[in-house]
């Protein structure tokens, strides 16, 4: 029926995020969709398959809400997918296009990760309605208590201080000053984060990523196409997912401070890309960062520190541009903003790092070996995705 | 080279006054099929699910199917918005690109309970998009249906067949189910979207369906998956011509391209077709070849391939799950005729603007 094929990437469609853009998510997904059609030299008639992402319909206020994207993403007539799993969708969707090239069912597909928050007036009241409706949802818990929560059994668990959280939001915002796609560019100070308001105990403002708009795109394809238009293929060398219940107050370790399904999601990517010391063998990171701690979090589980030694890891410069082993180079979604199901930016910023074409952005270090991650669901989901050349 | 098995199969509906969740239904589903294929959780490594957040009246609708289907502290997360025969596609291939790997593939839907009946107009509503297509409907009681209505206009007049027919399907698919009505009581049921009647809906209810896909069935299999193909068109439904099913017909080109189907009336020994609204079938009928334009009424109720134990008119309508059950009762139902081909059809979107088909041949 099919054969096994090695996938890589050809390209990546970029676009600024904003807190409101003009933009429908149909030319939003139409203007990402070109940019990496442009880039890669391929046609819209190139493209065998469709696989968009975005978060939860409730923030268009549309049913399917992907459905309205088909005709702006050149989809039209052609195989088309929807994936949807938060804010995982950032690497659970690249894995599903990954998946569609692995099998050998299609050659090439157009992978669009997309949010319009800002068509909603209370993304908060949106995420209550993620919770179960019989037990959670009635005390009100959203986003931001939860991360409280969660935030305060990590720092309990490895004695970290929220001046080291600060140390990294410093970082991040410094580093979307020099992304053209950024939304909050700032150069900010500790002090800064510590005194911004709190939003839930400890995390604060400036702890938290910015609700934006904006998409995402990128096109996987099989080697043999990929050898046919690019002298330096990116390869898609590992991926994995992990998953843990949907009832967060009954995870496997009892402990929300660490997050075992993160560190599952991270080891099934190493095995599948041969990478036996992160911290080492890769050259930069993406993780997904909506908080400063989920950052922290998101690093250690990757393996590319210590657990509990992501605070250290920022504190000491190793996660700056000119650092051993930089982390969101980009800004991540701290600082260039947060469209939720868009989180695949951090994906599309690890291609343009390896490629060497992050502008402003790119690290100083060579950089064969990128990762990216992706944080979603209840709570419960985590996506690693290994690329690289050979 | 690899094929998909369907190494197990599992379809589950609340008793008759028996109150479950969505998660108990999904996992009595799971647990028939991990059964059927002699398995046990641990040999689970992934899953694809779909579910619709509005339908089901939460976001992420899919995050409770994890501990269901006995995902905890797996890859057990891939959520599609779309129908159940779209995440046959997507387990495929994603057994496919991990060979050795055990995926389930599942959808529930709790769509027959009271809330969703004061509920329903609303949610049909929001399928639409609000710029240029809600407006429009605004004043209509079946938002959904409108549309169906209007395809129903567009292909009775195109082809010049009589509105009866509708109705003479409807009865004949529904007769041997709990839903059964007759021609009669569907043409005095008042009009929703002329010319579609109440009557002509299928009647929504509850249920889920599981299947195992796995490269590997060391224990057998019920099936294998010869072919999958889906598509999609505009959502403006404006933009497309609803007098026929073109995303249907895109699939099963694939599908059957797949499969090494060349002539689907013969080769064909079964077909699951989503017939919700009655036009869908006969529609799907001609967009899978098994009739020419504007015969699809006459071909399905002169033979006997499509819908035999009458679709979703006769079991009631799980949006998102139906299409899933209709394929698991009947690979069930195929048991005793190895080598047959089976292909079961499925729509998403406004006025089923994406669609799904997949080719399945009963193991012996």
């Known amino acids: 029926m099919s054969k096994k094929q090695r996938v890589g990437v050809a390209s990546v469609g970029m676009m600024p995020f904003n807190r409101v853009l003009e933009d429908t998510a149909e030319e939003m997904a139409y203007k990402v969709a070109k940019d990496a059609l442009d880039k890669a030299g391929l046609r819209r008639d190139d493209i065998d398959a469709w696989v968009v992402g975005s978060a939860v319909d409730a923030f268009s206020g549309v049913n399917e809400s992907d459905k309205f994207l088909v005709a702006g993403s050149g989809g039209n007539g052609k195989p088309w997918f929807r994936n949807a799993t938060s804010g995982s969708t950032a690497v659970s969707t690249p894995d599903l296009a990954y998946s569609m090239v692995a099998s050998g069912q299609v050659d090439v597909v157009m992978c669009i990760c997309y949010e319009k928050m800002s068509d909603n007036e209370n993304s908060q009241k949106v995420f209550n309605y993620v919770y179960d409706p019989a037990w959670v949802r009635p005390v009100g818990l959203n986003v931001p208590l939860q991360c409280g929560i969660e935030a305060r059994a990590y720092l309990h668990r490895y004695g970290i201080e929220e001046e080291e959280m600060a140390m990294l939001s410093v970082q991040s915002l410094g580093n979307a000053l020099d992304n053209p796609y950024a939304q909050r560019g700032k150069e900010i100070t500790v002090e800064d984060v510590l005194e911004s308001p709190y939003i839930s105990w400890p995390v604060k403002v400036l702890d938290t990523s910015p609700v934006s708009d904006g998409a995402r795109a990128a096109i996987f394809i099989s080697e043999d196409k990929l050898k046919e238009i690019d002298d330096d293929p990116v390869y898609v060398k590992g991926i994995g997912r992990g998953a843990d219940s949907y009832w967060f107050m009954g995870r496997r370790n009892n402990d929300l401070g660490r997050l075992d399904y993160a560190y599952l999601g991270a080891d099934q990517a190493y095995e599948m890309a041969g990478i036996k010391n992160p911290s080492t063998e890769v050259h930069v990171a993406e993780v997904y960062d909506p908080f400063t701690y989920k950052a922290m979090q998101h690093m250690e589980a990757a393996g590319l520190c210590p657990e509990g030694g992501a605070g250290k890891h920022i504190r000491e410069g190793h996660g700056a541009r000119d650092g051993k082993l930089p982390i969101t180079p980009s800004g991540g979604l701290l600082g260039e903003g947060n469209p939720i199901g868009a989180g695949m930016s951090r994906m599309t910023w690890t291609w343009l790092q390896v490629k060497g074409q992050a502008g402003d952005c790119q690290v100083e270090r060579d950089v064969d070996t990128a990762i990216s991650t992706g944080w979603g669901g209840m709570y419960q989901y985590n996506a690693t995705m290994v690329i690289g050349r050979d | ?364």
């Open chain 2, 1 to 364: 080279m690899s094929t998909v098995k369907v190494a197990g199969i599992g379809w589950a509906q609340p008793g008759e006054d028996e109150q479950l969740s969505h998660a108990e239904l999904l996992y009595r589903a799971t647990r028939q099929a991990l059964g059927d294929a002699g398995l046990k959780r641990d040999a689970i490594t992934s899953a694809v699910t779909t579910s619709y957040d509005y339908v089901e009246g939460r976001n992420l609708s899919n995050q409770f199917t994890l501990d269901s289907i006995g995902g905890t502290m797996k890859s057990c997360d891939l959520r599609l918005s779309d129908d159940g025969i779209h995440s046959i596609a997507a387990g495929s291939m994603e057994a496919l690109s991990e060979p050795g790997g055990v995926v389930v593939v599942g959808a529930v839907q709790m769509a027959g309970t009271e809330l969703v009946d004061a509920t329903n107009r609303a949610v049909e509503e929001v399928l639409f998009e609000p710029l240029y297509q809600r407006p429009i409907l605004a004043g209509a009681a079946h938002p959904e249906a409108l549309v169906f209505g209007l395809a129903a206009r567009a292909y009775l007049a195109r082809h010049g067949v009589d509105e009866e027919k509708l109705a003479e399907l409807v009865a004949a698919r529904s007769a041997g189910g709990a839903e059964a009505r007759t021609a009669e009581e569907i043409l005095d049921s008042p009009v929703i979207a002329g010319p579609l009647r109440e009557g002509h809906r299928a009647r929504r209810t509850d249920a889920a369906a599981t299947l195992i896909l796995t490269t590997e069935a060391p224990n057998g299999a019920r099936a294998t998956i010869r072919g999958t193909g889906w598509a999609a068109e505009d959502g403006q439904f404006a933009n497309r011509d609803l007098s026929e099913q073109r995303p249907t017909a895109l699939a099963a080109e694939q599908a059957f391209a797949a499969a090494g189907v060349s002539d689907p009336s013969a080769e064909l020994a079964r077909v699951e077709a989503y017939n919700a609204y009655a036009i869908d079938e006969a529609m799907t009928a001609e967009a899978l070849g098994l009739a020419a334009p504007g015969e699809g009424f006459d071909a399905l109720l002169g033979g006997a391939q499509v819908n035999p134990t009458g679709g979703v008119q006769a079991t009631g309508w799980a949006r998102g799950a139906a299409s899933l059950v209709q394929a698991v009762r009947a690979i069930e139902e195929m048991v005793d005729q190895p080598g047959a081909l089976l292909a079961s059809q499925g729509w998403s979107g406004p006025g089923a603007s994406s669609s799904a088909v997949a080719v399945f041949e009963i193991d012996g």
